[in-house]
């Protein structure tokens, strides 16, 4: 996205049109002159420059990451940026709510301990993040409840709540692993998403925000939303991909731009720095979340070979709102303005599937360690097991399909995706029974295994009952798994 200083005396014809539509102020002609940015903005919002000023509610924003474990370095630290973002634009720390395992900047592997970047030119993004929800506070219950204003309902943590009012504006950013119909978490269970929807009526319900803006980086994350989310709640969604692939990490080791080589990890998600990065380096006061979207979209489908398609759901009238409602607009910025190509940071020559990035870790822990050293060793062992898992779960998976529908048929029926526009399963009961019956047999799905979320999904579908799929996981099964893999070890992940 180009950036073109607005300098320079011009006799422009100032174009003002303000109407209310859905009770939302609609500012996409604003048209800032450079001699009087201080009574154009004064005139919009009946103050000055001051973007905490209350004429447009309180921002509120929940920030979360749903994995832990230094492979996945890049959740933690697209967090770590979107918080700087929003800090930088005006947003308090009473306001902001963060959500990660925060275990990546400090941990043993960090080659720059304390610090963590989300680009491979980056600064440090850690620096002053409010640690609000950490480790084994990071848990469905608390982020709903927070999401909710459920003070109550806080086990551990901060106990910072969105304590929003009727006036407000909510963003909410999620990134992590997903799959069809669920978004990960680094404490069992993960989020299921009838589980979030139902959060979201209940806040609306509540008649405590204007609108809320919810933003997910995951793979399938438009299965989140597709069919499930519906008009007339205030909210308007995006995610990094549509219901049936993978979102992508980027920035990550042997690509171009080249990370610092005592990086083995992904530094960002392909979606999550894409707006992130046009956030940061923008004035929002003029630039609309549907201007974002479209540039976000253009970024993260950038080839043929990798990339994901963009979604929107929900209220999409939203969309003509200026981002300035939800993150604010940091002043350095105020002689930058919107246009309609995208020249940020280019992107990498390739992005990684989110699923594989963990593989792009261990190989090249492996690959740069000294021959014959525990790290090595180790690099090796951990690499290994992971395959074996991926095998172990996706041969489980197929065999239970066939034995409960046959060897031509079965994987045809775990196979099948629904028209688009309906959610993944009628009955997410029934869904979430045969996760915890899959994984009692076979182990954790873990975030690989999240992909296989539809399968589960058509077996309920097709009627089958939890105990002809406890029968058929038992076969596929015979031998318990043990390890990190063991859903004893891990607990069930529904």
Same mark, same amino acid.
């Given at each position: %996205?180009?950036l073109?200083?607005?300098?320079?005396?011009?006799?422009?014809v100032?174009?003002?049109?303000?109407?209310?539509?859905?009770?939302?102020l609609?500012?996409?002609?604003?048209i800032?002159?450079?001699?009087?940015?201080?009574?154009?903005?004064?005139?919009?919002f009946?103050?000055g420059?001051?973007?905490?000023?209350?004429?447009?509610?309180?921002?509120?924003? &929940?920030?979360?990451?749903?994995?832990?474990?230094?492979? /996945?370095?890049?959740h +933690?630290?697209?967090v770590? @940026?979107?918080?700087?973002?929003?800090?930088? !634009?005006?947003?308090?720390?009473?306001?902001?709510? &963060?959500?990660? *395992?925060?275990?990546? =900047?400090?941990?043993i592997e960090n080659?720059?301990?304390?610090?963590?970047?989300?680009?491979? $030119?980056?600064?440090d993004? $850690?620096?002053g993040?409010?640690?609000?929800?950490?480790?084994?506070d990071v848990?469905?219950n608390?982020?709903?409840?927070?999401?909710? !204003?459920?003070?109550?309902?806080?086990?551990?943590?901060?106990?910072?709540v969105v304590?929003?009012?009727?006036?407000? @504006?909510?963003?909410?950013?999620?990134?992590?692993h997903g !799959?069809?119909?669920?978004l990960?978490?680094?404490? $069992?269970?993960?989020?299921?998403a009838? #589980?979030?929807?139902?959060?979201?009526?209940?806040?609306?319900?509540?008649?405590?925000?204007?609108?809320?803006?919810?933003?997910?980086? =995951?793979? #399938?994350?438009?299965?989140?939303?597709?069919?499930?989310?519906?008009e007339g709640?205030d909210?308007? =969604?995006?995610?990094?991909?549509n219901?049936?692939?993978?979102?992508?990490g980027? *920035?990550?080791?042997?690509?171009?731009?080249t990370?610092?080589l005592?990086?083995?990890?992904?530094?960002?998600?392909? $979606?999550?720095?894409?707006?992130i990065?046009?956030?940061?380096?923008?004035?929002?006061?003029?630039?609309?979340?549907?201007?974002?979207y479209e540039?976000?979209?253009?970024r993260?489908?950038?080839?043929?070979?990798y990339?994901?398609h963009?979604?929107?759901?929900?209220?999409?009238e939203l969309?003509?709102?200026l981002?300035?409602?939800?993150?604010?607009?940091?002043?350095? /910025?105020?002689?930058?303005?919107?246009?309609?190509d995208?020249?940020?940071?280019p992107?990498?020559?390739?992005?990684?599937?989110?699923r594989?990035?963990?593989?792009?870790?261990?190989?090249?822990?492996?690959r740069?360690?000294?021959?014959?050293?525990?790290?090595?060793? +180790?690099?090796?062992?951990?690499?290994t097991?992971?395959?074996? @898992?991926?095998?172990?779960?996706?041969?489980?998976?197929?065999l239970?399909?066939?034995?409960?529908f046959?060897? #031509?048929?079965?994987?045809?029926v775990?196979?099948?995706?629904?028209?688009?526009?309906?959610?993944?399963?009628?009955d997410?009961?029934?869904?979430?029974?045969?996760v915890?019956?899959?994984?009692? @047999?076979?182990?954790?799905?873990?975030?690989?295994? %999240?992909?296989h979320?539809?399968?589960?999904?058509?077996?309920?579908?097709?009627?089958i009952?939890?105990?002809?799929?406890?029968?058929?996981?038992?076969? =596929?099964?015979p031998?318990?798994?043990?390890?990190?893999?063991s859903?004893?070890?891990?607990?069930?992940s529904?």
């Amino acid at each position: %996205m180009m950036l073109r200083y607005t300098g320079g005396v011009l006799f422009v014809v100032l174009l003002l049109s303000s109407s209310v539509v859905h009770s939302r102020l609609i500012l996409d002609d604003l048209i800032r002159l450079p001699f009087d940015h201080s009574s154009v903005v004064d005139r919009v919002f009946g103050r000055g420059n001051d973007i905490d000023d209350h004429s447009v509610g309180t921002r509120w924003a &929940v920030l979360i990451a749903g994995s832990n474990g230094y492979w /996945n370095y890049r959740h +933690q630290s697209d967090v770590c @940026h979107a918080y700087q973002v929003l800090k930088k !634009g005006g947003l308090k720390d009473e306001n902001i709510i &963060v959500f990660m *395992y925060d275990d990546i =900047a400090y941990d043993i592997e960090n080659p720059r301990p304390g610090v963590v970047i989300n680009s491979p $030119y980056g600064h440090d993004v $850690y620096a002053g993040v409010p640690k609000d929800y950490t480790g084994e506070d990071v848990t469905v219950n608390n982020f709903l409840a927070a999401v909710l !204003g459920n003070k109550t309902a806080i086990t551990g943590g901060s106990g910072k709540v969105v304590d929003s009012g009727p006036n407000d @504006h909510i963003f909410i950013f999620y990134t992590d692993h997903g !799959g069809p119909g669920v978004l990960g978490m680094p404490t $069992y269970p993960n989020l299921y998403a009838d #589980e979030l929807i139902d959060t979201l009526k209940k806040k609306h319900a509540c008649g405590t925000y204007k609108s809320l803006v919810f933003y997910v980086e =995951a793979c #399938e994350s438009g299965s989140i939303f597709e069919g499930l989310l519906p008009e007339g709640l205030d909210i308007y =969604a995006t995610t990094a991909s549509n219901s049936v692939e993978s979102s992508w990490g980027t *920035y990550c080791p042997d690509q171009d731009p080249t990370v610092p080589l005592e990086y083995d990890t992904c530094l960002g998600d392909l $979606y999550s720095v894409s707006w992130i990065e046009d956030s940061e380096r923008h004035n929002l006061l003029t630039e609309s979340l549907k201007q974002q979207y479209e540039l976000v979209k253009t970024r993260t489908a950038t080839s043929p070979f990798y990339g994901s398609h963009v979604m929107q759901f929900g209220d999409t009238e939203l969309k003509q709102d200026l981002l300035y409602l939800y993150m604010g607009t940091n002043p350095a /910025n105020e002689n930058f303005t919107y246009v309609d190509d995208n020249s940020l940071h280019p992107s990498s020559s390739k992005s990684v599937n989110q699923r594989d990035a963990d593989l792009i870790h261990f190989w090249n822990k492996f690959r740069n360690a000294p021959e014959g050293s525990p790290r090595k060793f +180790q690099a090796q062992k951990q690499f290994t097991e992971v395959m074996s @898992h991926r095998v172990h779960l996706d041969d489980s998976i197929k065999l239970v399909g066939k034995l409960l529908f046959g060897i #031509e048929k079965g994987l045809y029926v775990l196979q099948t995706v629904r028209p688009t526009g309906q959610p993944l399963v009628d009955d997410w009961n029934c869904l979430k029974t045969m996760v915890r019956t899959f994984e009692k @047999h076979c182990g954790s799905l873990s975030q690989y295994g %999240m992909k296989h979320m539809r399968s589960i999904a058509n077996i309920c579908n097709a009627g089958i009952t939890a105990d002809q799929m406890a029968e058929a996981s038992a076969q =596929a099964c015979p031998n318990f798994p043990s390890g990190p893999w063991s859903s004893v070890h891990r607990g069930f992940s529904a």
